[in-house]
């Protein structure tokens, strides 16, 4: 439901997405609706999620500011930090704002601030009352685990962007995407993915190994990917088995990689949605810390791994708050191997999208 008239769709639209990098891939349907009733679309964004609102079709603009109430290294609210977002906000000029949030966090900071800063119309989901602080606000029953893509679009159209006819309203990216072949070597390979931002997401980084040995066992070629403070883990994990490409890759060619692999084995983090964005298949290593309803790989191909029942179930932690880390520990390499053979089997691949998708 929606209190408040829908926005007069026109002008120019900032659109607040200030957490990870999967969380800004996960408003990319949203955004397209916003963007094909919009003359231009700013995007404010962290630093974690900067490069992937840069990959965002739709997106005219980034901005970036870190959100004290939103990034997980609680940076300091002070007056100096606000003078520079309401500088950053005046600038853009926006004649409309959308406050996307996951269900655990609030949007009325935000709206405080935009308001402070000018802006005319706000919209944005929130069980609390917003006073003046919203011009739509939406109310969402946060005791459904929907989707978030899901659920930003549900913001988008009570705010009067609803997606264009014919949008397929899947992850998405800019393309072309750059080069990699010289990194990878031809596609059709399985990428493995080790790195997290939160540990309580992680799959062990010794379960990570065996797994390449046996998808190379099995016949697979195998790129090992992670960022640059991740060269040690990638190295481990790779072993001498792998390509191992930790580093090497900005976000973008990051998503070239997946986009030439066959099946990406990967935790609950950026990389999977990224996957998702290039319809690559995700063996989705999933900590139940957050919902799996809410935060598996968007309609892609794709196989849930790990006990979704565990102690940690909803907890959010970002450390494991359970000894052993049995939520993920008990996966084997051997259920990875299957899982990928049941992802690229051409017989199993329909199956698979209806069963995941």
């Not at 609706?33 to 992937?52: E, Q, Y």
């Not at 191992?244 to 990389?271: I, M, P, Q, R, Y």
């Not at 049995?326 to 990875?336: I, K, R, S, W």
């Given at each position: ?117 000018g802006v005319a119309r706000i919209a944005a989901i929130s069980g609390d009352y917003p006073g003046a602080l919203l011009d739509v ?32 309203l899947r992850l998405a990216v800019r393309r072309p995407l750059p080069p990699v072949g010289h990194l990878t070597g031809p596609p ?101 810390v957050v919902p799996a309803a809410r935060w598996a790989p968007y309609r892609v191909p794709s196989v849930l791994l790990g006990d ?50």
């Amino acid at each position: 439901m929606g209190a408040g008239a829908p926005f007069r769709a026109t002008g120019t639209t900032l659109v607040v997405r200030t957490d990870g990098a999967g969380d800004v891939l996960l408003a990319g349907p949203a955004i397209r609706a916003v963007a094909a009733r919009s003359r231009r679309v700013v995007l404010l964004a962290g630093p974690g999620g900067r490069a992937a609102a840069e990959l965002l079709p739709g997106v005219d603009e980034v901005l970036e500011w870190r959100t004290p109430w939103i990034d997980p290294d609680r940076p300091p609210m002070t007056g100096e930090r606000a003078v520079e977002l309401l500088g950053l906000v005046r600038r853009a000029a926006p004649d409309n704002a959308l406050i996307f949030t996951s269900f655990h966090q609030s949007a009325l900071p935000m709206a405080l601030m935009l308001r402070l800063a000018g802006v005319a119309r706000i919209a944005a989901i929130s069980g609390d009352y917003p006073g003046a602080l919203l011009d739509v606000r939406h109310v969402v029953d946060e005791s459904i685990d929907v989707p978030e893509p899901e659920r930003m679009l549900g913001l988008a159209t009570a705010a009067g962007f609803p997606p264009e006819p014919g949008d397929d309203l899947r992850l998405a990216v800019r393309r072309p995407l750059p080069p990699v072949g010289h990194l990878t070597g031809p596609p059709g390979y399985v990428v493995v993915h080790p790195g997290v931002t939160a540990p309580a997401r992680a799959w062990p980084a010794e379960r990570c190994a065996e797994a390449v040995r046996a998808l190379r066992a099995a016949g697979y070629r195998v790129v090992v990917t992670g960022g640059p403070d991740e060269r040690a883990l990638t190295a481990a994990v790779a072993g001498g088995e792998a390509v191992d490409l930790g580093g090497l890759t900005s976000f973008a060619e990051l998503g070239a990689v997946l986009d030439g692999a066959c099946a990406v084995v990967v935790a609950n983090t950026g990389a999977a949605h990224l996957a998702a964005a290039v319809r690559t298949p995700v063996v989705s290593l999933f900590a139940p810390v957050v919902p799996a309803a809410r935060w598996a790989p968007y309609r892609v191909p794709s196989v849930l791994l790990g006990d979704q029942g565990a102690p940690c179930a909803a907890s959010r932690a970002r450390v494991c708050p359970v000894p052993g880390h049995p939520c993920l520990a008990g996966v084997t390499a051997e259920q990875v191997v299957a899982a990928v053979r049941e992802l690229t089997a051409p017989t199993q691949r329909s199956v698979t999208a209806a069963r995941h998708g």
